[in-house]
């Protein structure tokens, strides 16, 4: 059983920055992939990026490449969202989740855990 808690969302600007952390319980945070989706009112939730169980592997959406970056710390049981450059349309509630075991990264039902979410809305 893993327990997520995404904290860091709010009011930015457009052009601002903003960095999520999730934390973890339990001993086996290692043993997860980690992703980061969004979902914005009135739409699907959407992968935004993911975080192989070393740290050695990223993965992102097109529409964040350049501006986000995954990070994870297995010491502290932590993933973390960097965000630059934002923009409107990066307005949603951004979920932190763990995969036992996936090479789905960008799947929704491949992840087993997820946490509640952290809001964060982008002004234009």
């Known amino acids: 059983q893993v327990q997520l808690v995404e904290s860091g969302g709010g009011l930015v600007q457009a052009g601002g920055s903003l960095r999520l952390s999730c934390a973890a319980s339990g001993r086996t945070f290692s043993s997860y992939d980690m992703g980061w989706f969004r979902q914005a009112p009135g739409k699907e939730r959407e992968f935004v990026a993911a975080?192989?169980?070393?740290?050695?592997?990223?993965y992102y959406t097109d529409s964040v490449k350049g501006r986000f970056a995954i990070s994870r710390d297995n010491a502290k049981n932590a993933v973390y969202l960097q965000m630059n450059s934002l923009k409107p349309e990066d307005t949603a509630v951004y979920y932190c989740a763990a995969a036992r075991d996936t090479i789905y990264f960008r799947r929704v039902g491949e992840y087993d855990y997820w946490g509640q979410g952290t809001q964060v809305t982008v002004s234009s």
């Open positions: 975080i192989s169980r070393s740290g050695g592997s990223t």
